[in-house]
């Protein structure tokens, strides 16, 4: 066949370990023999960015700014450990939270459903969709060991450092820690818009909580503006669609949805969104099932897959042992990408192919032939589950496709 022609490129974010591995094997059989790829390269393997003193990251996201749309490989966020096996110079910083930084925004992660995969919580037949807040609180916070009878202040000063309020935190009479972390109204303000958009664009009801009755400054501030934003710009239009915005304390919130049978938004901040989607996506099925994508206010798009690399899965790899590890997540960020893409450029083929690629995979596992996470979790009459290797998961889906 003529390949698929792009207009723009997709800003390619290359990462690391077993994932990295699938990155290329995605491209090389299920995309490069279709479409003539346009991508602009950046690699964010941990050892390109410790090369590059962690600018490559920077550059990526820069670059995911003026084109638009981005489709990211998992990548190692480094700690002491890492720091040891890659000898690297310095304890970089999580790229996810640099990128995200830069791009400010929301992220949106949604189970990947397909028939015969069952939940481990068996009232949830509807896909939740976790809307994570991707700027600030602990992932750019500074932190500080304290000594006995330190005293720990926050302080507030004006422009030129001149002192402005000061409140005791805490006087240690021992050792410790402290941590000081901020947002601002503009990016709660366009987290709010961002979900009450996503859900007004799905149709589904939006929900939202915090701990607002402890934090009465902090996380109040979130309840405060997505009351306002909720009232003045979006009530009338969730009014007309019969949809609910639900705001009630992030406990209550939780007890809510396990009762739940999906099929809404949940709103969380950045730390309960971090983990909160772990949790919904095992739920759901594999943490190889979780799609996810970041949208910023003006409109960028970056795609990629809710885990992490699968570092146990890629010692195995290197040991020359086979793997059966699940690539659907990041073939959905490939796919989210080229359809974001598609419809920004106005070329309805590629937004076409990445539908028949989602399609072809999820049929692939329908008809029983997956990798091994999913094994334990399919049930289709008639039908007994094949397990299949990284590699042949992806040649099977080529057939289909
Ligand atoms: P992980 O890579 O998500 O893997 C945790 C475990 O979940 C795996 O060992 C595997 O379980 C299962 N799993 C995850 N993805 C799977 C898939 N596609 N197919 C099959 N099984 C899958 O998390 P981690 O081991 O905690 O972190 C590894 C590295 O990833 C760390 O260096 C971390 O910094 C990084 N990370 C990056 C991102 C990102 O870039 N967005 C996100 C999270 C973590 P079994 O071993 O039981 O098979
Ligand atoms: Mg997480």
Aim: net charge negative; charged share 30%; aromatic share 10%.
């Amino acid at each position: 066949m003529a390949k698929i022609q792009m207009k723009n490129p997709v800003v390619e974010m290359d990462g690391d370990e077993m994932t990295r591995v699938l990155w290329g094997w995605i491209k090389e059989i299920l995309i490069e023999p279709y479409v003539d790829l346009k991508a602009e390269y950046y690699d964010l393997s941990l050892t390109e960015r410790d090369r590059t003193d962690d600018k490559v990251t920077v550059e990526s996201a820069l670059a995911a700014k003026k084109h638009g749309v981005a489709v990211k490989c998992a990548t190692i966020t480094p700690n002491a450990q890492r720091v040891e096996e890659y000898h690297l110079k310095k304890m970089w910083k999580s790229p996810n939270g640099t990128i995200r930084g830069i791009l400010d925004g929301t992220v949106f992660r949604t189970p990947i459903l397909a028939d015969g995969i069952k939940s481990y919580v068996p009232g949830w037949k509807k896909p939740i969709t976790i809307a994570r807040h991707a700027y600030g609180d602990i992932y750019s916070a500074s932190e500080e060991r304290l000594e006995e009878d330190e005293d720990a202040y926050l302080l507030v000063c004006d422009k030129d450092g001149k002192e402005l309020r000061r409140k005791e935190i805490h006087f240690f009479d021992g050792p410790g820690i402290v941590q000081g972390m901020h947002n601002t109204d503009k990016s709660i303000a366009s987290f709010a818009r961002s979900c009450f958009s996503y859900a007004l664009s799905v149709k589904e009801p939006l929900w939202f909580g915090t701990k607002d009755t402890i934090s009465k400054t902090y996380d109040h501030r979130f309840k405060d503006i997505f009351a306002e934003i909720y009232e003045e710009e979006y009530k009338e239009a969730f009014e007309r669609e019969g949809l609910e915005y639900l705001y009630t304390l992030v406990d209550d919130i939780v007890a809510r949805v396990i009762r739940s049978e999906g099929g809404f938004v949940w709103a969380c901040k950045n730390y309960d969104g971090d983990v909160l989607s772990d949790m919904v996506a095992t739920a759901f099925g594999s943490l190889g099932m979780m799609s996810s994508v970041l949208v910023s206010p003006d409109g960028t798009y970056e795609y990629e897959a809710a885990h992490g690399t699968v570092t146990r899965h890629y010692y195995k790899h290197l040991n020359g042992e086979e793997t059966s590890t699940n690539s659907c997540a990041t073939i959905w960020a490939w796919t989210g990408a080229l359809d974001k893409r598609g419809e920004k450029d106005g070329t309805p083929k590629l937004c076409a192919f990445a539908k028949k690629l989602e399609d072809a995979t999820r049929r692939t596992i329908e008809e029983g032939f997956m990798t091994g996470d999913l094994i334990p979790l399919f049930e289709k009459k008639g039908v007994t589950p094949v397990k299949l290797n990284s590699r042949e998961f992806l040649e099977k889906i080529a057939e289909k496709l």
